[in-house]
């Protein structure tokens, strides 16, 4: 068990629908990371944020916001989803830092499936 | 730009025999370079990383990993396989940012133990 938790384990909905994806980092961790693993693109950064502020973006879609909240848990919203968005969400955390460092672990959670129908 | 590529998608090797997963990686920067591992329906575990210190690292479970500069590689090993072994591999390098950082994974290698 990593410490990082995320809600729900999995999420059926439909074409054209909003879901919201939950994450609670570690005990003392500033630092939250949301990835997206589909079969056809692998495993894909999406974003950063460290103590409540966005700190990094990847691959990730305008149709996609997230925000990180002052007790530290994280929220992924998505909307307008597609079937193409139908893949496994996971979050990670880490202690994090405020400049450039390259060599904080990340731990991540059990992830969230979605399935857009 | 950074960027790791694993060499093999898919490993078999029988039980008690020695496993190598192929990665190579290229960066800009003096890199952090990680390896994780993915059981089936389960999250990411971290197997080990290089943070610039030992060449030759050791993780969990058995598993080290060397980094050769000269060869832009980060092979994983481990001496005897087990049944539990078998998962997803991953290959990842550290991408610093202005604020932090971000993990560009490798594809993964499915490796498979027979008994």
């Known amino acids: 068990d990593s410490g990082v938790t995320q809600t729900p384990k999995h999420l059926i909905t439909a074409t054209g629908q909003r879901v919201t994806l939950r994450c609670s980092p570690r005990?003392?961790?500033?630092?939250v990371y949301w990835y997206q693993q589909s079969l056809d693109q692998g495993l894909q950064f999406l974003i950063q944020y460290y103590n409540g502020e966005e700190r990094a973006k990847g691959n990730i879609l305008e149709r996609f916001s997230a925000q990180q909240f002052p007790d530290l848990h994280s929220e992924l919203n998505l909307s307008s989803l597609e079937l193409g968005d139908s893949a496994l969400y996971f979050c990670a955390s880490s202690v994090g830092h405020g400049g450039q460092v390259s060599t904080d672990t990340q731990y991540f959670g059990p992830g969230t499936r979605l399935t857009v129908l | 730009a950074q960027s790791v590529t694993q060499l093999d998608s898919h490993v078999s090797v029988s039980e008690g025999t020695p496993v190598l997963l192929r990665c190579n990686y290229s960066s800009s920067y003096s890199p952090s370079l990680f390896w994780y591992v993915q059981h089936p329906n389960k999250g990411l575990q971290l197997l080990l990383k290089y943070t610039s210190a030992a060449t030759l690292v050791k993780g969990i479970n058995g598993f080290e990993a060397e980094f050769k500069k000269s060869e832009t590689s980060f092979h994983l090993t481990k001496p005897s396989a087990h049944m539990s072994d078998a998962a997803e591999y991953f290959c990842v390098v550290s991408v610093p940012n202005q604020a932090g950082t971000a993990l560009i994974f490798g594809k993964g290698t499915t490796l498979s133990v027979s008994s």
């Open positions: 005990s003392g961790d500033l630092s």
